[in-house]
């Protein structure tokens, strides 16, 4: 998108300042404190007029405006008009270390003649300033696409009540719902019900009313949102619909993602939630890969974040029973399930992504996570290519034959998926196969992180195009284990030297499990355990991000 800066409107040029507003304005609380105010293109400056030059100047920067309203109290001896700017800056935290956004709300009093009428428009006239001007200052990465939402935008806001501690309802009165009014976004609240109410409800529902889709939840409640849209008739289109998500589950992977991506300080909780809440007012739009997963039974089903096998999926799922703790659960689920570390059986191939170039990843292809160790060494001891001269791999059910890929018969709707086989079909002699069959874990990222605090995948985007596929084969300590996970919160845990932890950059990949028992899931949620494979579809989606 075009970053350029429209031309300033001569009829903003005030009391000879140009290319701005220059006005003179009392204190909404008290009306002996006077202030002088200036907007140019990038920011508001007030300083009090009493100050000396240069003392007591506060410069706010529109990037970090969401708006700006105009208003008229009740008091009808009051002839004066007000108006409200509010901006969320970064500032360092009252008690802990760190910067995080923060609201700072400037409200002056504008009593320039005795005509209240006059007063107001002169007061909409500077809200109406700075919330134009703020929109052409919101903050965008340089080697990031965006497209921007319509304006107004109209959003639907779908809020699962009984997600993370139950408190997504008073999250959105508390604090997502002033920010959609400061903004001026109409909105309309729709309180999910039951599983799968928001993905039988977006499957049917006239997507023309909403220039986007919030979902204030966990992941879950997402994966529901865009199984739903690629369910319909005009699922090409419906798939188009910006998406943003805030925070109100337990993991708030894809939340914690975004923020990530927009190379802010890390936040956590309240923090996050205000800060995804910010970049959905600002409306910049962003690609965002899906994956096409196919089960055992033949359902497809479309993901945006992870799939799991071992130990991460019995986590998730085991950990359910303490959803009440929040975020804490995943730590009391991991520390439970080290108690009696397992071990499973299966067979993992996948298609390797291109070769690494400066264009397509910030991470190789290959990182075997040992400093001494280079990535060839890492294929030729964990893998190979998958060829008919390999007779160790021609010994597993994954049958190794010469074969192209052609794309599978789509009889649901949704893209196709051009790189995968049919499931009972060997994969492609271009595939590789791990020689390896006993697992720890196998962990599929389509994001950077797969909980608040687990930086997953560090070298993740939202549209790469590629699965950051990540196992820990068998034989790892408890105590390494516990190590990289604990070394995850800050994404460490490629670089410490782990010998059973291999990172690979795919396209595409098959798992079969050989263990009778187990679980699967994928983007949090459980599905039917048995052989899976599945692709990434590269920003095929929309996302609100920054």
């Known amino acids: 998108m075009d970053n350029d800066i429209a031309e300033p409107d001569p009829s903003r040029q005030h009391n000879g300042v140009v290319e701005g507003l220059y006005g003179e304005f009392t204190d909404s609380l008290n009306a002996k404190v006077r202030y002088s105010v200036s907007l140019t ?7 009090k007029i009493s100050s000396s030059p240069g003392q007591d100047e506060v410069v706010f920067h529109l990037a970090d405006c969401l708006g700006c309203r105009a208003y008229k109290v009740e008091d009808e001896a009051d002839v004066g008009a007000f108006f409200t ?3 969320y800056p ?3 935290r009252r008690i802990s270390t760190g910067m995080a956004r923060q609201k700072v709300e400037q409200c002056f009093r504008v009593a320039l003649v005795q005509d209240p009428l006059t007063n107001l428009q002169e007061a909409e006239r500077w809200a109406r300033a700075i919330r134009e001007a703020s929109i052409r200052q919101i903050p965008r990465r340089h080697d990031v696409k965006y497209y921007e939402v319509r ?9 699962n009540p009984q997600s993370g501690r139950g408190q997504a309802l008073q999250l959105f009165s508390g604090q997502i719902e002033p920010m959609l009014t400061e903004a001026s976004v109409p ?3 729709v309180i999910t019900e039951h599983q799968n109410h928001a993905r039988d409800l ?3 529902t006239d997507l023309s009313q909403w220039d986007a889709l919030v979902i204030l939840s966990g992941d879950g409640l997402l994966f529901e949102v865009l199984n739903g849209l690629l369910e319909r008739e005009d699922w090409e289109e419906a798939i188009q619909t910006p998406l943003a998500i805030l925070p109100g589950g337990s993991g708030n992977a894809l939340a914690a993602s975004v923020h990530h991506y927009t190379k802010s300080p890390p936040a956590w909780g309240k923090e996050l939630l205000l800060s995804c809440g910010f970049l959905l007012c600002k409306g910049l739009v962003t690609r965002l890969d899906l994956v096409s997963v196919h089960l055992a039974s033949s359902q497809r089903i479309f993901s945006f974040l992870s799939l799991a096998w071992g130990f991460v999926a019995d986590v998730d799922i085991e950990s359910e029973k303490y959803r009440l703790v929040g975020p804490m659960r995943f730590l009391v689920g991991t ?10 059986q299966g067979r993992l191939a996948y298609l390797p992504a291109p070769p690494f170039t400066p264009q397509n990843s910030s991470l190789c292809s290959s990182l075997p996570c040992g400093p001494n160790s280079s990535p060839n060494q890492n294929s030729r001891h964990n893998h190979s290519t998958n060829s008919n001269h390999n007779t160790a ?5 994954i049958a190794i034959t010469t074969m192209r890929t052609e794309p599978q018969p789509v009889n649901q709707k949704g893209p196709p998926d051009s790189l995968l086989p049919a499931l009972e079909q060997p994969v492609p002699d271009h595939w590789t196969v791990v020689n390896e069959e006993d697992f720890v874990l196998v962990l599929a990222m389509f994001q950077s992180h797969l909980a608040e605090d687990l930086f997953a995948a560090p070298g993740a985007a939202a549209d790469d195009g590629f699965i950051h596929l990540l196992y820990v084969r068998a034989g790892i300590s408890r105590l390494a284990l516990l190590t990289l996970f604990m070394t995850m919160e800050k994404g460490g845990h490629l670089a410490i030297g782990c010998p059973h932890l291999v990172y690979e950059r795919v396209k595409a990949f098959r798992l079969e499990p050989l263990s009778p028992e187990g679980a699967i899931t994928v983007d949090g949620e459980m599905v039917e355990y048995g052989p899976v494979q599945a692709q990434v579809h590269e920003g095929i989606a929309r996302l609100i991000s920054g």
């Open 202 to 204: 977006v499957r049917e």
């Open 187 to 189: 909105y309309t609240l």
């Open 393 to 397: 791999h021609n010994s597993s059910n």
């Open 151 to 159: 304006r107004p935008c109209r959003v639907m806001v779908l809020v």
């Open 85 to 87: 700017a509010y901006f």
């Open 41 to 47: 293109e990038s920011a508001l400056t007030i300083q």
């Open 335 to 344: 520390l439970m399930r080290l108690a009696s570390l397992k071990v499973y």
């Open 90 to 92: 970064f500032k360092r």
